[in-house]
C-alpha cells in the first residue's frame, strides 16, 4: 500500500458492552459478530473474524462508542482499495489532507495467513509503514476495504517467483535493522572496510538462513479468490485482515467509482453514518 500518513496501549476488551440504558448484556463472543457500516451511499455488512480477537474486540468498542459516526472514505483508489476510520475527517472542509488522525495507541498485528487473505472485499488494518514500524501494528482506527482486480494464472505464477526473490533482501533487511547502531557508527567514522565486510556477513548469513525456507506458494483458495474475485495479493502477510463484507459489495463499488482529487480523496464527501453491531 502506498505511504500515508496512517496507511492505512491496551485493548479494551468487550465481552460486556455498555447498552444506552447502562445496563450490560453478555455478547457470545464464540459467533462471528456482524456488523452494519451505514455510508451515504448504501449500507455494507461485514462480519469479523474470531481468530483476530484484538482488532474484533477494538472495532465492537469503537463501533459502540460512535467514534466511526461522520468519519469520510477519504481515501479511495479504484482497483485497489477505500479507506475510512481517520477521526479528524468529521466535518473536515473540503482540500483538508486526512490520513494521519488516530486513537492514541496501535493494535499488535493478527495476521491469520494464508487462512485469511486479501480477497475482494476483505476488512482489513491500516497502519503505518515498516520504517517507523517495522512490528506492523494495525492503526487503532484507521481500516480499509479491500477492492482490488482479477489476477491470471500467470501473473500469480510471476507474483509468487518475484517473493521468493525477495526473501533473501527481506531477511538480509531484517538482519541489518538489528546493527543500525554499529552501521551508524561505522557511517560516521567512515569506515568503509568495516561497512562492507558486515555487508558481506549479512548476506551470507541470510542466504544460509533463506536456503531452509519453504518456497513460497499461493494457496489453492487464494488461487481461486484472485483468479476470479479478485483483490490484492501484494499486501498478504503485511496488514492484518480482520473481517469480511458479507453483503454490500456493491456499494463498496460505488464508493471505488466516485471522482478523487490528487490525494484519494473523493471529491463529494463519502460519509460513514454509524456503525451497528447486529446480534
Not at 496501549?9 to 455498555?18: K, V
Not at 459467533?31 to 482488532?55: A, F, M, Q, R, W
Request: net charge neutral; aromatic share 8%; glycine share 8%.
Amino acid at each position: 500500500m502506498k505511504k500515508s500518513a496512517w496507511i492505512l496501549l491496551t485493548i479494551l476488551f468487550c465481552g460486556l458492552t455498555a447498552c444506552k440504558t447502562g445496563i450490560k448484556k453478555e455478547r457470545d463472543m464464540s459467533k462471528e459478530v456482524l456488523l452494519k457500516i451505514e455510508t451515504s451511499l448504501g449500507d455494507i455488512k461485514v462480519k469479523l473474524y474470531n481468530e483476530t480477537p484484538k482488532h474484533r474486540d477494538n472495532f465492537i468498542k469503537l463501533a459502540e462508542n460512535g467514534t466511526y459516526e461522520g468519519v469520510l472514505f477519504h481515501r479511495v483508489i479504484k482497483d485497489f482499495m477505500v479507506q475510512a476510520g481517520d477521526p479528524d475527517s468529521k466535518n473536515a472542509p473540503k482540500g483538508k489532507m486526512l490520513g494521519g488522525g488516530d486513537v492514541g495507541y496501535t493494535i499488535p498485528a493478527e495476521f491469520v495467513y494464508p487462512k485469511y487473505f486479501h480477497k475482494k472485499g476483505a476488512l482489513s488494518a491500516a497502519r503505518q509503514g515498516d520504517n517507523v514500524n517495522p512490528k506492523k501494528e494495525s492503526s487503532g482506527c484507521q481500516f480499509y476495504i479491500v477492492t482490488g482486480k482479477v489476477y491470471n494464472d500467470s501473473t500469480l505464477l510471476s507474483m509468487e517467483n518475484q517473493k521468493n526473490e525477495n526473501r533473501i533482501n527481506d531477511i538480509f533487511n531484517a538482519l541489518a535493522q538489528k546493527h543500525m547502531k554499529e552501521i551508524y557508527k561505522m557511517r560516521k567514522e567512515s569506515d568503509e572496510k568495516g561497512l562492507s565486510d558486515l555487508q558481506d556477513k549479512l548476506i551470507i548469513q541470510a542466504e544460509k538462513e533463506g536456503a531452509n525456507l519453504p518456497e513460497f506458494h499461493f494457496t489453492p483458495e487464494q488461487i481461486k479468490a484472485y483468479s476470479t474475485l479478485g483483490g490484492t495479493p501484494h499486501l498478504d502477510g503485511e496488514y492484518t485482515v480482520f473481517g469480511e463484507v458479507v453483503e454490500g459489495l456493491d456499494i463498496v463499488d460505488k464508493i471505488q467509482q466516485v471522482k478523487t482529487d490528487r490525494g484519494d480523496r473523493p471529491e463529494a464527501d463519502v460519509k460513514i453514518k454509524k456503525v451497528t453491531v447486529l446480534d
